[in-house]
């Protein structure tokens, strides 16, 4: 079993949408949580990250950590055409560890 | 945010050469650097760590005689791919942490495109 799991996409979505991006993980050690969001070839850049439970916002970006479940989400709301990148999750244990990253388009 | 450059971004070489690829913090001193690699639609995948003034430590399957590193300098790191071959193609990252903050946070360059024929 993977660290990290994230479903790999792609998601197509129309502007305007409510984007839900996900990711799964297996050690319950972790405890910072991150959101990546990465252009074509381009390096990633941080989005946005989580300390252990709870929710955090941003702008149109939520991140939730679900820490029972091993589950941690990022929301998009009212989303853009410019959001269309690679979303890649990861997780702070000692390294950081990433998730296949969720390929997004927003259509206009 | 802080910057972290990457030289060059994108290099063909032939096979059997070596390539030299560098990564600089621009605005910041950076204790640790990070090389990762990453396959089209793959995620990253983390090769070797290296602090200033010592060897890297690398990642379980990565060669170390292949992939060369050398972190000289608080701003710089040198990944050298010695003998490239065409399996060897990929899309290089390095990122620089320095220490200040929470989070410590890593800050990502810009990528290497290296194609080897």
């Known amino acids: 079993q993977k660290e990290v799991e994230q479903d790999p996409g792609p998601l197509s979505v129309p502007e305007g949408a409510i984007v839900s991006l996900n990711c799964t993980y297996s050690?319950?050690?972790?405890?910072?949580f991150m959101w990546y969001r990465q252009y074509s070839r381009k390096g990633p850049e941080l989005l946005m990250y989580?300390?252990?439970?709870g929710n955090k916002e941003d702008g149109r970006f939520t991140a939730q950590v679900d820490k029972s479940s091993k589950y941690i989400s990022l929301f998009i709301r009212d989303s853009q055409p410019s959001d269309s990148a690679t979303y890649l999750c990861?997780?702070?244990?000692?390294?950081?560890?990433f998730g296949q990253g969720t390929e997004l388009s927003v259509k206009p | 945010g802080a910057v972290v450059s990457q030289h060059p971004s994108r290099v063909i070489c032939k096979s059997g050469t070596s390539v030299k690829i560098e990564c600089r913090s621009l605005?910041?001193?950076?204790?640790?650097m990070f090389w990762y690699r990453q396959f089209p639609k793959k995620s990253l995948m983390l090769m070797a760590t290296?602090?200033?003034?010592?060897?890297?430590?690398?990642e379980q399957g990565v060669e170390k005689d292949k992939f060369l590193i050398n972190h000289a300098s608080l701003t710089l790191s040198t990944l050298t791919v010695t003998s490239a071959h065409p399996e060897d193609s990929s899309f290089y990252i390095c990122?620089?942490?320095?220490?200040?903050?929470?989070?410590?946070?890593?800050?990502f360059g810009p990528g290497t495109r290296l194609t080897v024929l």
């Open positions: 990122s620089a942490r320095g220490t200040s903050g929470v989070l410590n946070e890593q800050f």
């Open positions: 050690n319950s050690a972790f405890q910072y």
């Open positions: 989580t300390y252990s439970s």
């Open positions: 990861a997780m702070e244990g000692g390294k950081l560890i």
């Open positions: 605005d910041f001193q950076a204790t640790t």
């Open positions: 290296s602090n200033e003034g010592s060897k890297a430590t690398y």
